[in-house]
């Protein structure tokens, strides 16, 4: 026969029943607990911070910073560039462009790339100044080192992937260009040269942008093959790559690529620490949110 609890008696002589203890599974960690982890989490980054980091890892992370792609307009260098035209002024003082190719990134079916944006159509204004301020970015910018990937193409050997874009510059694209027309999804290739313009292949019909890229994640991410990628951080967030700033407030973008290439210097230093030696044990108890601070 199974044994009850004795109850207990309560203030004022009421009986309340016995409560059994609740696992230890559900219980909240005690505070001083979670005190304790944050302090082995900060001892360990004091001692990631005094250990000599890997020459290989520092390379990397100077590597991302301020540098040009090996492509076809980038300069070798950036450097200041006072001349430069119209949205692409933003990046006078240090631009991986030349004044004359942002001049040319204005100009429709440039000796750039030769390429039509109005290939099913007049482009409206509002949506074409997007795709000019795109092309600023990407022709002048010195802070897309992290996402510099080597590219297999007869015009350049580099190109950015998976860039994350701001939140409001990706949806203000959508929004202004939801109602021009186009007849691909993917930019980069596919399209009809034989007139040394692009043309929509055969087969193809043009229509909306609404249509042919239904949400703003799908324009920026398809676009160009992924250059970009959609993101949920705001301008200003030091998270995504703002394609459009104040320049009197200086360029954002670079605090942006540093936060991302010491990212990817705390996945150098993981990768170059031997498997089993104290450094890859440190770095194996420190959270991702430290790790990122190497």
Known sequence: MACRQAPTWGTGGVLYPRR????????RPHPSVATSRTMVAAWVLLALLAWPVPATAATVRDSLLNVCMDAKHHKT???PEGQLYGQCTPWKDNACCTANTS???HQDQSYLYNFNWDHCGI??????????QDTCLYECSPNLGPWIKPADSSWRKERILYVPLCLEDCEQWWEDCQNAATCKVNWHKGWNW???INQCPRGTSCQ??????????????????????YTSYRRGSGRCIQM???????????????????????????????????????????????????
């Not at 909306?208 to 990628?229: E, G, M």
Request: with cysteine; charged share 10%.
């Open 123 to 132: 482009m409206p204004e509002k949506c074409k100044r997007h795709f000019i």
């Open 208 to 229: 909306k942008f609404r249509y042919v890229f239904p949400t703003p994640a799908d324009l920026c991410q398809q676009i160009w093959s992924h250059s970009y990628r």
């Open 20 to 27: 059994h203890p609740v696992p230890s599974v559900f219980r």
């Open 244 to 294: 459009w700033f104040n320049p009197s407030q200086g360029n954002p973008n670079v605090a942006v690529a540093r936060y991302y290439a010491q990212a990817n210097t705390a996945t150098a230093a993981v990768a170059a620490a031997p498997t089993g030696s104290p450094l890859s044990r440190l770095l194996a108890l420190l959270p991702p949110a430290l790790l990122a601070l190497l």
């Open 103 to 105: 001049v040319q990134a």
């Open 194 to 196: 034989t007139t040394g």
């Open 77 to 79: 260098a950036p450097g």
